[in-house]
C-alpha cells in the first residue's frame, strides 16, 4: 500500500515536445531582445539601468539578489539570458503573487520606415537648410 502511495505522489517529468516549447515561448512575457530596453532596476537608489544596459555585473547583481543563476557566463551575461532571466523572473511572482521587483517602462511602437507607412511614395525629398554663422 505505501508503495502505491508512493507512485501516486510522484510526477514522471518529460520533455517537451518541439510545439510545447514553442507554445511556452510564445507565452512568455517579454518575447524580444529590445524588450529589454524598457526593464530597469536600481542598485544604488538613484541611477535606474536597463536591463539591456546593464553590465555584465550589474546583471550579476541583480540576479543573485532574486535568485541562484547557474549555466550563465556571469563575466558577459549574454542578451537571450538577460532575456530568460527576466521571463523567470516574472513567472516566479506571478506564480506566487509577489510583485514584479523590477521597472517596466512604457514599451514604445517600433519606428516604421517610409515603405511600411500608408500612401508612401518611393522618392521623398528632403529639404536640409543650414544655419550660415
Not at 28 to 46: H, P, S, T, V
Amino acid at each position: 500500500m505505501a508503495r502505491a502511495q508512493r507512485k501516486q505522489g510522484q510526477r514522471k517529468t518529460r520533455k517537451l515536445t518541439d510545439s510545447e516549447q514553442k507554445i511556452v515561448l510564445d507565452e512568455r512575457r517579454f518575447k524580444e531582445i529590445r524588450d529589454l530596453l524598457y526593464i530597469e532596476f536600481c542598485l544604488d537608489g538613484f541611477h535606474d539601468i536597463s536591463v539591456y544596459d546593464a553590465l555584465p555585473v550589474q546583471m550579476n547583481v541583480l540576479a543573485e539578489t532574486y535568485a541562484n543563476v547557474s549555466n550563465v557566463d556571469v563575466n558577459v551575461w549574454p542578451i537571450e539570458e538577460r532575456l530568460d532571466f527576466v521571463n523567470n523572473l516574472w513567472d516566479f511572482c506571478q506564480k506566487r503573487g509577489y510583485q514584479f521587483p523590477l521597472q517596466i517602462k512604457e514599451m514604445k511602437k517600433p519606428v516604421e520606415t517610409i515603405d511600411q507607412l500608408p500612401n508612401s511614395h518611393s522618392s521623398v525629398n528632403l529639404v536640409v537648410n543650414l544655419a550660415e554663422d
